[in-house]
């Protein structure tokens, strides 16, 4: 949010627009594929029939029976997105034809949507370096100095919008790990559900290269926000030097997003732990369980046995040495005298 915006003047601007959004499966499956087609073939906007043709591979993918015309499907969809702000339309005039673009907000929701993709470690990584090769050039301009213009373009601009759009793309990317995490947990919980007996090597299989990601990224984090402190306590120094108060505050705003980084990494490896712990205790209890289980079952078809040969606890125990035969044979000598 821009420094000069508070929350007041926000939620006004917002009501007074009147926004709302409220998108189907299949809306939100056609602006990522005008997302897609704009990246593929690199053109900003779209004509009609292209918007058309992109609808048409939407439908293919949903294998919907409707017998309602595409094209006016493909027409009703446009006009939600038109009234939602999710796509404009610049009227064309004499022989130009109308050309219809993605906006900014489309284009959010949809990386919003799909950055899971790339929600990697290799994608971290490469997010750190970009953040750290721009530091390092804002650090070398901020030691150099300049004039006001100088200042502006080359330290406070890439600062409030390049860096910190990076940073906020590693923030999304941690927002999506945590959604796959959720995922993993319910699909444990599932597996438990279903037929634990049979699921524990999958379930502990799930638990361990969950936590072994975690670990991983948990030391790409820890590294790199190292890496990126010290470039901008550098930066800090120069700033403070020129007095670039507006830079200073920028610095400041960007190590409160580290720490926040930071701190994600290390309370999201303790929850991770703690419902590792959890689940293992979940089967520990049950494993205990099954053994009784299996004594009791045993115990029971002993006394079956028992219960349908009935003259085996018939007699009383000082009685039953004859039953023996051997103490009471003709041949046998007595050994003592009573």
């Not at 627009?17 to 906007?45: C, F, H, M, N, V």
């Not at 890439?158 to 945590?178: E, M």
């Not at 890496?227 to 930066?235: G, K, N, P, T, V």
């Not at 051997?326 to 046998?332: A, S």
């Amino acid at each position: 949010m821009p420094a000069s915006k508070n929350i007041p003047s926000l939620i006004s601007t917002i009501l007074t627009q009147g926004i709302s959004l409220k998108l189907q499966p299949a809306d939100l499956a056609y602006l990522a594929a005008l997302r897609y087609w704009k990246e593929t073939e690199s053109q900003p906007e779209f004509s009609e029939e292209e918007l058309h043709v992109v609808f048409q591979n939407v439908e293919k993918a949903r294998l919907d029976d409707n017998s309602e015309d595409s094209s006016k499907r493909c027409n009703d969809v446009i006009r939600r997105l038109l009234q939602q702000h999710l796509l404009i339309c610049l009227e064309g005039g004499g022989h130009r034809h109308h050309a219809y673009l993605i906006t900014p907000l489309s284009e959010q929701i949809v990386d919003s949507v799909c950055v899971g993709m790339e929600a990697s470690k290799e994608a971290l990584s490469t997010l750190f370096m970009t953040v750290a090769t721009h530091l390092r050039e804002i650090r070398d301009s901020a030691e150099q100095g300049g004039n006001e213009p100088f200042w502006k373009l080359q330290v406070e601009a890439p600062l409030n919008i390049t860096v910190n759009q990076l940073v906020t793309s590693i923030d999304h990317r941690q927002r999506q790990l945590d959604q796959e995490a959720i995922n993993t947990r319910k699909e444990v919980v599932e597996l438990l559900k279903q037929d634990w007996q049979n699921s524990i090597n999958q379930c502990e299989q799930l638990l361990t290269s969950t936590q072994n990601h975690l670990q991983d990224l948990q030391q790409l984090l820890l590294a790199s926000c190292h890496e990126l402190r010290s470039l901008l306590d550098a930066i800090s120094r120069y700033c403070e030097q020129a007095s670039r108060h507006d830079a200073i505050n920028s610095v400041i705003r960007l190590e409160q997003h580290l720490d926040r980084i930071e701190h994600w990494s290390s309370e999201r490896m303790n929850h991770w732990e703690g419902f590792h712990h959890r689940v293992h205790q979940y089967l520990r209890q049950f494993v205990t369980m099954d053994e009784r289980k299996a004594l009791m079952e045993r115990v029971r078809k002993a006394s079956e046995v028992i219960r349908h040969c009935p003259g085996i606890c018939a007699t009383p125990m000082k009685n039953r040495w004859p039953d023996c035969g051997i103490l009471n044979h003709p041949g046998r000598k007595k050994i003592w005298h009573g």
